[in-house]
């Protein structure tokens, strides 16, 4: 289980995930950007304004919600927060890394694949 950074003090293992995306705004109708997400560990913590993994920054959070399970050993924290950081960038993957994985995921035959999965789904809207 990975290793958390809670208040930029206290370590302890944890799973992070985090969602960006845009809202509309119910006040002025405006798009908005939102930050929220889950935090789960065996800790209970009253107020957490950030967290921090290898690869991700959270700051500035709102505990919305907390979830107990009496058949679990952990606590899910729902969250909204102000900030968010890939650490490193776009990405924490070693460069070599990126490359090979571009290059499976983008190659002549994945894109085969991908043609073949759309022809077979044409045809079964078709009725074929």
């Not at 944890?14 to 798009?31: P, S, Y």
């Not at 107020?47 to 399970?69: A, F, Q």
């Not at 490359?99 to 999965?117: G, N, P, T």
Request: net charge negative; charged share 35%.
């Amino acid at each position: 289980m990975p290793r958390i950074l809670v208040n930029d003090r206290v370590e302890v293992n944890g799973q992070l995930m985090v969602a960006t995306g845009i809202n509309e705004d119910k006040d002025t109708g405006r798009e908005k950007t939102y930050i929220s997400g889950q935090f789960i560990t065996h800790q209970n913590y009253e107020v957490i304004t950030s967290l921090e993994s290898e690869r991700y920054y959270v700051e500035g959070i709102t505990i919305i919600k907390r979830v107990y399970d009496a058949n679990d050993f952990n606590i899910v924290y729902e969250f909204e927060a102000d900030g968010f950081e890939v650490k490193g960038g776009l990405s924490n993957l070693d460069i070599d890394l990126i490359d090979k994985i571009e290059s499976e995921a983008y190659s002549e035959d994945y894109d085969r694949q991908l043609d073949k999965l759309e022809e077979e789904i044409e045809g079964v809207e078709e009725g074929d």
